[in-house]
């Protein structure tokens, strides 16, 4: 049977949005067939548009697996001095940590008024050889 007037084969048409109650729309239309691909065809629209299936039927394609790992995130702190340049503290952020140019001036603005500053956030492992070579350059840093 032809789909007719929008609606399915057995006649069933998409006035959902006109009934303000699921279930009255449940209750004033009926579906003769158990499965009818018309009346699937506005499910994303209407859920409820076919009322033999009072479920919307969710299949997955594969299982997902969720791992879920604490981690202690910790901080690098850039401290401020009298003997570092700007430009030497900005030239180390950009190199080190991979920071922008605008991202390493801002913090080495906020390293030299506030007195530190955090600039990066992450796992000890990562941070501590970051530390590292901070400290190499002659800048003081610590993984808080």
Same mark, same amino acid.
């Given at each position: ?86 430009? %030497? ?8 940590? @991979?920071?922008?140019? +605008?991202? =390493?001036?801002? $913090? &080495?603005?906020?390293? %030299? ?8 956030? @992450?796992?000890?492992? +990562?941070? =501590?050889?970051? $530390? &590292? ?12």
């Amino acid at each position: 049977m032809p789909l007719g007037a929008g609606g399915c084969a057995a006649g069933v048409l998409p006035v959902a949005a006109s009934v303000k109650n699921r279930q009255q729309f449940k209750q004033s239309v009926s579906c003769r067939g158990s499965r009818h691909k018309e009346c699937f065809a506005f499910l994303p629209v209407f859920p409820y548009f076919c009322p033999m299936n009072s479920k919307p039927q969710i299949e997955y394609d594969e299982d997902v697996l969720l791992l879920e790992e604490t981690t202690d995130v910790r901080d690098l702190v850039v401290y401020n001095d009298d003997i570092n340049t700007f430009d %030497h503290v900005i030239k180390t952020l950009m190199d080190v940590c @991979g920071h922008l140019p +605008e991202q =390493a001036e801002q $913090c &080495t603005l906020l390293i %030299h008024y506030k007195g530190q500053c955090t600039v990066k956030h @992450g796992v000890y492992d +990562e941070l =501590a050889g970051m $530390c &590292t070579a901070i400290h190499d350059r002659g800048i003081s840093a610590d993984v808080v």
